[in-house]
């Protein structure tokens, strides 16, 4: 790993692998421990994501509230599938779920064949890192790295590509996505399409099957946003799996599939029987 030239204060934001509340202390040490995590063999599964029964009870102050109450889903490898529902229905909660950022009550997540629900946060920290792609509407990059720096750090991370070759595969990805000009720049002195481009780039560093994004969309003005919905729409056909939280009608209909999420269930599509 190459995480020297990291600020390691500034990497408890790296939202694809490290759980925020690891201090920077505390990081070195989760961080050689990581090299040494194993991960189960994963069952022959031609989904891509697969849950059962799965319940999310979070406890408050205020008591127990039950965000996802029974949701069963099954997504085939390559689709394009576009998640929808009202504020507070739960559809951050489900794809929390798939990603592993959080952890189900109770039921099963299944992803390309791995036991997300039943694997060790540390071995989340890195199945994550290989094998998922995760966009956010605020971007999260890294405010200390430039563009290109960001797009490296997963590989440098999950110690994906030789060592010699990362730089120059981040650079072809931030080719992909029309923004390789801005390779040198700092997050703050690109605009929101622009760290967004990045976010994506990042997301691909490590060629995920599996890309994960909560409203990439959310905080752009329709035209920047039209562009990014392009871009999802590019890498589906490129055979990347693509669940993705919106309210953008345009994406929706550009998707292959709706999932509509509604008081912590999933409304059944029509024609289909429960
Ligand atoms: N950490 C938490 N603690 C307690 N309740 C939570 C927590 N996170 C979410 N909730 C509750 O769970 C429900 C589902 O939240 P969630 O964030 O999944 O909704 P959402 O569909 O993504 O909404 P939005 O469209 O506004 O992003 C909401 O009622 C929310 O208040
Ligand atoms: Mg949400």
Redesign the pocket.
Known sequence: MQLAKYPINSMRAFPTAFPVEVEAKAMRKWLAELTNVSLPASRVDNLAVSLSAVRKV?V?GAGE?E?LRGIDLQIERGVFAAVV?K????????INMITGIDRPTSGEVWVAGTPVHALTENQIAVWRGRTVGVVFQFFQLLPTLTALENVMLPMDFCDMFAPSERAERALSLLELVDIKDQADKLPANLSGGQQQRVAIARSLANDPPLLVAD?PTGNLDNKTALSIIELFVRLAQAGKTIIM?THDQELVMRAGRKIT?AEGLIVPEEGERR
Do not use: D, N
């Open positions: 979070y408050t509230f965000a529902g504020s507070g229905s739960g559809k951050s909660t489900l409203e939280v999420v």
